[in-house]
């Protein structure tokens, strides 16, 4: 199964630098930040924090710096053929087959638990009881679990682009929690324990007794956007028209026009033209990743930990049914009733955005992988992209309402931690195989930046060890 050539065309001309068009180009970096914000940040953080308290901060610190160099690499890719960068995975060698399976695959494994939607579920069961759901209401946390889904694939299917619908929910969405979680932050919180969390997030290398090494490495995992979930952040470029994105098309929502999404990627000749827009393209991907997705997924762990230290007893479990309510009982314990409604609505937003991400996003990269490999898949409908995207989505939601049933919320999201950090080593070669073999010298990255992933890949790869090791 060979993937079709590249084709050739000029490099699109990239918007003006400016604050409007700034802001009319980002979009990827939102939607990745939705997703990263959610268990990283709600669930995995305030768990750290609880057990350890800031000392392990840095981990956020090394992986979100990491993770915004692997998204810049695997952006390279895309901003050259307009292919998402697992497609450009299946360009090497064993071949199409081969990768396309093993990253569908890698996937399902971490994003088809769906701890989130259940996790969100919690938060909104709290919000209709007007206390924390025990294990008594289990069927009830489900039943809204699938509610959930429901609410997702509903998004998807309006406007007429999915990823421009992605990306307004997630501004609102984004926007709502951080602008909720700065206030109380700023207005509540000792400045003590704004420079203990300060601290925690520099001392690099610091590492308590005794640590639960299976935790540690689902918080470094997810102290981002994690695994898949950054390869996806190339298949909203391309949607999103960044580079040659523009040339191949993208997958039009339901409501919208039947879009031509070309299987192949096409690539421009490298002139001084070329390069000069190359380089203009890039100042809006940097925006995108190191201003929005990297500092955006900062500020979201400095946020929730500097609210955990400060209201929650050190040695809190997070866990059970209550796991997306442990801050908004530590917070309303000290200013009230009022404040557990908001918080827990908070929580409601943040786990729910996640999810969003996730039901947009593993189908989006199945149906890529599909598109790009099987003629049969791209007659289906004339050539209708929508008819296996939509497809993919309702497979998925299926298996979600059925794994809703399988464990607790955060059980379920540290399986999936877990295996992200297998693909972030599989990741970082892999890009670093890529953009040697098939982007011209002049595209290439620097040295440094190969440097870069390759201790993505150390980094995880270690902590993989630990959890390996604990489990033997």
């Not at 909203?236 to 523009?246: I, V, Y």
């Not at 409501?255 to 070309?262: E, N, Y």
């Not at 955060?410 to 295996?419: D, E, M, Q, S």
């Amino acid at each position: 199964m060979a993937l079709q050539p590249f084709g050739t065309a000029p490099l699109p001309t990239p918007p003006p630098f400016t604050p409007r068009h700034v802001l009319r180009t980002i979009g990827p970096g939102v939607i990745g930040l939705g997703v990263a914000i959610g268990s990283g940040e709600w669930l995995l953080g305030p768990s750290v924090v609880a057990a350890y308290g800031p000392h392990l901060l840095w981990l956020t610190t090394v992986a979100v710096i990491l993770q915004v160099l692997l998204n810049l690499e695997m952006a390279r890719y895309t901003l050259y053929t307009g292919e998402p960068i697992i497609t450009g995975f299946m360009r090497t060698w064993p071949g199409a087959a081969f990768w396309g399976s093993t990253y569908a695959l890698l996937s399902f494994l971490q994003y088809g638990w769906p701890g989130w939607a259940l996790a969100s579920a919690t938060a909104s069961a709290a919000l209709v009881l007007g206390r924390i759901p025990g294990a008594g209401d289990a069927g009830f946390v489900i039943t809204l679990g699938y509610a959930t889904f429901g609410l997702c694939l509903l998004i998807t299917l309006t406007g007429r682009k999915v990823e421009r619908t992605l990306e307004l929910a997630m501004w609102a969405m984004v926007g709502a929690i951080l602008l909720y979680l700065m206030g109380l932050s700023v207005t509540s919180v000792s400045g003590a324990t704004w420079g203990r969390t300060a601290a925690g997030f520099l001392t690099i290398g610091a590492f308590p007794p005794g640590v639960d090494w299976t935790l540690i490495a689902a918080f470094a995992a997810y102290s981002g956007s994690g695994g898949v979930g950054n390869a996806l952040i190339t298949n909203w470029m391309r949607d999103k028209g960044f580079g040659m994105g523009s040339t191949v098309g993208y997958i039009p929502g339901a409501a919208g026009a039947t879009i031509p999404l070309k299987p192949h990627g096409n690539v421009f000749p490298v002139t001084a033209r070329a390069l000069a827009d190359w380089h203009g393209w890039w100042k809006h991907v940097y925006v995108d990743q190191w201003l929005i997705f990297g500092l955006g997924s900062l500020m979201g762990m400095a946020l929730t930990a500097v609210l955990s230290l400060e209201y929650v007893k050190p040695g809190a479990t997070v866990g059970g049914w209550g796991a997306a309510n442990m801050l908004a009982d530590a917070i309303a314990g000290v200013h009230g009733p009022m404040f557990w409604y908001l918080t827990v609505f908070c929580g409601f937003w943040v786990l729910f955005s996640t999810q969003l991400g996730v039901v947009d996003g593993v189908p989006r990269a199945v149906t890529d992988i599909v598109w790009s490999a099987s003629s049969r898949a791209r007659r289906v409908r004339g050539g209708d992209v929508r008819a296996v995207y939509y497809g993919v989505v309702v497979l998925f939601a299926i298996w979600g309402m059925i794994a809703l049933n399988l464990a607790q919320p955060l059980t379920l999201i540290l399986i999936g931690a877990n295996v992200a950090g297998f693909i972030f080593v599989l990741l970082s070669i892999h890009t670093l195989v890529v953009n040697r073999t098939l982007l011209p010298p002049a595209l290439r990255p620097p040295l440094w930046r190969e440097a870069a992933l390759v201790a993505t890949a150390l980094f995880y790869g270690t902590l993989l060890v630990a959890v390996v090791v604990r489990l033997l």
